[in-house]
């Protein structure tokens, strides 16, 4: 089966007509509209795709191709915009001249060494999940062709220590392929984000993405050991330790580089015994500010839940796992250790300290995580990818944005990012919107709160008006005192506000690496920096 080139999923994969109902019927009731008017999606034959414009090496073309389907599949990222552009403007005007299949480090130097003697741009490509423009090519006219760098190759658990918990692990392999290759040896990454299934660990590195755990083990950093990473001046392999105070550590130059540094390669990471023990369950809060605390309260304990994602009443009611009526927490504790009805215990005496009242039934079903309104909520994220394009062509923007901030300025910063991305919508679309928020991940000293808003827009000029909403509510993120994001990545589409973060000093620093590793500017010109 072949990736969707302009969707998530399968080609031919089809949306299940209940499913689609409920959600149009959602959707409609919404917007206050009887029916939606949906844009056929695009098929490769009715796209011009400008030719490639690069001849390919004789010592390349054992891995290297101009194939119309790769170079579609590459041309764009899975964003609102991305997908708005290739749905309803059938636009793919700036492909990859080429897409590199790489098997080895060997054949990764000699592609960079190709692009920076031609003055080619290179981007290294994962899954192809970003949601910020990470794998979108530049329109920098200094460099004469494109080159995507796609590591599905580079595939294979390598290695594993069962004695440390640990595994070398190829950068390219996607979690489900990676989770097949650890199953024999009973270890588990447990790194489960939503694009999972369509991700790769290269990936999850180089964006610094968050997984599965709500606190303790959060971004990928916490998983790391070590790495590889083939730069366009060679190549740097850290050490393999626990940690170590020698001086400041060179995996975390290349966490968060966005392969703007180097193309990340293989990696040691910390495995976990895969859970034997589960409880789980849902609270429900009549005050979202006491509901607040009781997280905060939780995660200053070091019980260390797996989940302790607080929806917002709005959103729980959209995702049927609640009325409308309560915020509602859903909660679990894993281990392959131990019992945990302590750990549940003294949590739940927490939240009832704040009012909270939760599902005691649920405690003593082993699945209650996949059932009743901890299962409708699970169902509605791991589904969202999937119907996103069918949002979009039927001009609902659904889209999402996370931030951190710490506990004491938070029920100020989530009521000002509410209220000015409900403004941006009514103003660019003319209508009410939603803005909903959730905590994905909690730490002692703040949340991760995660906003999701619709608007309905003008198909012909989606792209603007997702852009207008994005801006107005990234600003207020920002101007709020959070960060522009906690684990969906940079890419072209934060820059300005990460320009903005970070500290002109080391955005120096940032710079002199870059002049050191890629002096040609070779690999994702505009991720982190300007030429």
């Not at 790391?224 to 330790?241: F, I, M, N, Q």
């Not at 979202?288 to 009611?317: C, H, M, T």
């Not at 710490?406 to 941006?424: E, G, H, I, M």
């Amino acid at each position: 089966m072949r990736r969707s080139f302009y969707g998530w999923g399968y080609e031919g994969e089809p949306i299940g007509t209940e499913e689609m109902g409920w959600f149009e019927r959602t959707w409609a009731d919404l917007f206050g509209v009887k029916a939606f008017d949906p844009a056929p999606m695009p098929a490769d034959a009715e796209i011009a795709l400008r030719p490639s414009r690069v001849a390919i090496p004789a010592p390349l073309t054992d891995f290297c191709t101009a194939d119309r389907y790769e170079r579609l599949l590459h041309t764009w990222g899975r964003s609102v915009h991305d997908i708005a552009k290739m749905i309803h403007r059938r636009d793919f005007s700036n492909p990859p001249d080429v897409v590199a299949l790489p098997r080895d480090e060997a054949e990764v130097a000699a592609v960079l060494d190709w692009c920076g003697d031609k003055g080619y741009a290179a981007v290294p490509f994962g899954g192809g999940s970003s949601v910020t423009g990470g794998v979108n090519h530049t329109r920098d006219e200094r460099y004469k062709g494109l080159v995507t760098i796609d590591l599905r190759h580079l595939n294979k658990v390598l290695e594993v220590d069962k004695v440390s918990q640990a595994a070398r692990i190829q950068a390219g392999v996607l979690g489900p392929d990676m989770e097949r290759q650890l199953k024999p040896t009973g270890l588990t990454m447990r790194f489960f984000l939503q694009a999972w299934e369509f991700s790769s660990l290269g990936g999850w590195i180089a964006t610094r993405a968050a997984g599965h755990y709500a606190t303790n083990y959060t971004q990928i950093d916490d998983h790391v050991e070590s790495l590889r990473v083939v730069t366009p001046r060679g190549t740097v392999a850290s050490h393999r330790w626990p940690t170590s105070g020698a001086g400041p550590n060179p995996d975390r130059m290349f966490l968060g580089s966005e392969g703007a540094l180097g193309v990340i390669t293989e990696a040691w990471v910390r495995l976990h015994k895969k859970p034997t023990f589960r409880l789980a369950t849902t609270v429900r809060f009549g005050d979202y500010a006491k509901a607040v605390d009781a997280v905060r309260v939780i995660s200053q304990a070091g019980l260390f839940p797996a989940n302790a994602r607080l929806l917002e009443r709005e959103e729980a009611r959209f995702t049927e796992a609640g009325d409308g009526t309560k915020d509602v927490l859903v909660l679990t504790f894993e281990s392959g250790d131990h019992p945990l009805d302590a750990w549940m215990k003294r949590a739940l005496e927490i939240c009832g300290d704040f009012g909270g009242e939760w599902d005691r039934q649920a405690l003593d079903d082993d699945e209650s995580q996949k059932k009743g309104a901890a299962g409708n909520w699970r169902g509605k994220f791991l589904r969202g990818p999937y119907l996103r394009p069918h949002a979009i062509a039927r001009g609902v923007m659904r889209d999402t944005m996370e931030s951190c901030v710490t506990w004491d300025r938070y029920l100020d910063f989530q009521a000002s990012v509410k209220a000015r991305t409900l403004a941006a919508i009514r103003e660019i679309t003319g209508r009410e919107g939603t803005c909903t928020v959730r905590f994905t991940h909690v730490y002692p000293d703040g949340p991760a709160p995660y906003f999701t808003w619709h608007a309905l827009g003008d198909k012909s000029r989606l792209v603007e008006q997702f852009w207008a909403i994005k801006a107005a509510a990234s600003e207020a993120m920002c101007d709020a005192g959070g960060t522009i994001t906690h684990h969906h990545s940079l890419g072209p589409d934060h820059r300005r506000w990460y320009d903005k973060e970070v500290p002109p000093l080391f955005g120096e620093v940032i710079r002199a690496a870059k002049n050191t590793l890629d002096p040609k500017w070779v690999l994702n010109p505009g991720i982190l920096l300007d030429r």
